[in-house]
T-cell receptor, first 113, second 114 residues
Framework: NAGVTQTPKFRILKIGQSMTLQCAQDMNHNYMYWYRQDPGMGLKLIYYSVGAGITDKGEVPNGYNVSRSTTEDFPLRLELAAPSQTSVYFC????????????FGEGSWLTVV | AQSVTQLDSHVSVSEGTPVLLRCNYSSSYSPSLFWYVQHPNKGLQLLLKYTSAATLVKGINGFEAEFKKSETSFHLTKPSAHMSDAAEYFCVVSTTSGTYKYIFGTGTRLKVLA
């Protein structure tokens, strides 16, 4: 039961570098999400997708991009990393059939220095 | 518009005593409500969910929550705290109009004292 798998778990980036956080789910869920969690805060939605080829912005999309070429994969791209992007990133998926329960990956800890 | 408020950012209880974590919500539609637990450096794990069936919802590890529409509350309780319950707890409301979105509370950190 893999569920939602994120890689990498930890990463240190220098200011101005770019990277991609990978996310894959094996539950055939239509909906996928990227959240960030800052210390002492709840989760903020960065981007979400309702199906392959369809993505939309969440609350805090600036500095990020996503794509959804398949049902399974939903990578998050950070362009020109900034210290404000230091955070924990969670990928998640959900489906109406499962009673819209949202399932989370283990998280990716990103530090920008 | 939907919103969720967790009334306590920190709660401390002694091992073996009851746990109460409070959550109030606001929703224009019939909400789905969830409680998730996050242990240090881990992802969020579903404890329980309410989706317009029974108002008293039982979850994993002895937790339960009661949906009270008149009070717009969904408080999480457990009769007897265990050391392993120490974690961050999030109350979540989902929208069901159109696409599915989730609104997260800011979390309650539960500390269990020996």
């Amino acid at each position: 039961n893999a569920g939602v798998t994120q890689t990498p778990k930890f990463r240190i980036l220098k200011i101005g570098q770019s990277m991609t956080l990978q996310c894959a789910q094996d539950m055939n869920h239509n909906y996928m999400y990227w959240y960030r969690q800052d210390p002492g805060m709840g989760l903020k939605l960065i981007y979400y997708s309702v199906g392959a080829g369809i993505t939309d912005k969440g609350e805090v999309p600036n500095g990020y991009n996503v794509s959804r070429s398949t049902t399974e994969d939903f990578p998050l791209r950070l362009e020109l990393a900034a210290p404000s992007q230091t955070s924990v990133y969670f990928c998640a998926s959900s489906d109406t059939i499962s009673g819209n329960t949202i399932y989370f990956g283990e998280g990716s800890w990103l530090t920008v220095v | 518009a939907q919103s969720v408020t967790q009334l306590d950012s920190h709660v401390s209880v002694s091992e073996g005593t009851p746990v109460l974590l409070r959550c109030n919500y606001s929703s224009s539609y019939s909400p789905s409500l969830f409680w998730y637990v996050q242990h240090p450096n881990k992802g969020l794990q579903l404890l329980l969910k309410y989706t317009s069936a029974a108002t008293l919802v039982k979850g994993i590890n002895g937790f339960e929550a009661e949906f009270k529409k008149s009070e717009t509350s969904f408080h999480l309780t457990k009769p007897s705290a265990h050391m392993s319950d120490a974690a961050e707890y999030f109350c979540v409301v989902s929208t069901t109009s159109g696409t599915y979105k989730y609104i997260f509370g800011t979390g309650t950190r539960l500390k269990v004292l020996a």
